[in-house]
């Protein structure tokens, strides 16, 4: 996709977000995923997609298309449970170790423009930040060491410690129970639509999709979610 396109298509979200100005004065607690959503999602679709498979082939003694023809379904099998997201599972169904390999990439862990100053801001207002990821604990450390983001959160939560991840119904209500939140005073900021489905269903009054998770990748279409090009785009709503 070319510049042009890239930024109309930024344009476009800009224009539709400036159209519902968030009432800050209403919003207590922001919950932010982390991977598409403050992170470039490029480093995990190259992860899965291209490196894990690279490894994978070079193990085994195949081509990199074998590799991709044996491990894609294997993905998809277990697409949207827990275990899609836990490197403990992969190192042991691979017999690679997930974690070294994401290592051999860190220099692709990037953050989305606009995003510290977007914490940052939200220090000021005195909101109550959390981070709230699928990813497993340890993607969790390793990203948070590579960006330094850590020190803009006042809580970590990982779909890990409940062994069942965001997109799944039953992980909010859990999630109301171990860190209480008020729902109606609540924004959540995520580019899974599956996983907004689920926290709209719970009662989040306050949703934003990204609609360029993967900075390398089209936009994506966000159904009837409010989408965001960029963090500016919260800013420009902050009083």
Not at 170 to 178: D, K, N, Q, V
């Amino acid at each position: 996709m070319g510049r042009k396109a890239v930024s109309y298509a930024i344009h476009a979200a800009r224009l539709s977000t400036m159209t519902h100005p968030l009432p800050w004065q209403d919003i207590d607690t922001v919950f932010l995923d982390m991977d598409g959503t403050l992170l470039d999602l490029h480093f995990d679709n190259h992860f899965w997609l291209e490196h894990v498979p690279l490894r994978y082939a070079e193990k085994h003694g195949l081509s990199v298309d074998e590799a991709k023809q044996q491990l894609f379904p294997r993905f998809r099998a277990v697409e949207g449970t827990i275990d899609w997201y836990c490197i403990d599972y992969w190192s042991r169904e691979l017999g690679l170790d997930i974690n070294a390999l994401k290592r051999e990439l860190e220099h692709l862990i990037q953050v989305h423009p606009q995003v510290i100053e977007f914490l940052q801001a939200l220090r000021v207002m005195d909101k109550r930040v959390a981070l709230l990821t699928n990813a497993h604990h340890k993607v969790v450390e390793l990203k948070m060491s590579s960006t330094g983001l850590a020190e803009h959160f006042d809580h970590f939560i990982c779909a890990h410690t409940f062994r069942i991840p965001k997109e799944d119904v039953r992980f909010w209500p859990r999630l109301a129970e171990e860190d209480p939140f008020h729902r109606e005073r609540t924004l959540f900021v995520d580019d899974s639509l599956p996983v907004l489905h689920a926290a709209r269903d719970y009662g989040i009054r306050h949703l934003r999709a990204v609609r360029l998770p993967d900075t390398t990748a089209p936009p994506k279409q966000t159904e009837d979610f409010i989408a965001i090009g960029s963090f500016d785009e919260l800013l420009d709503g902050l009083p």
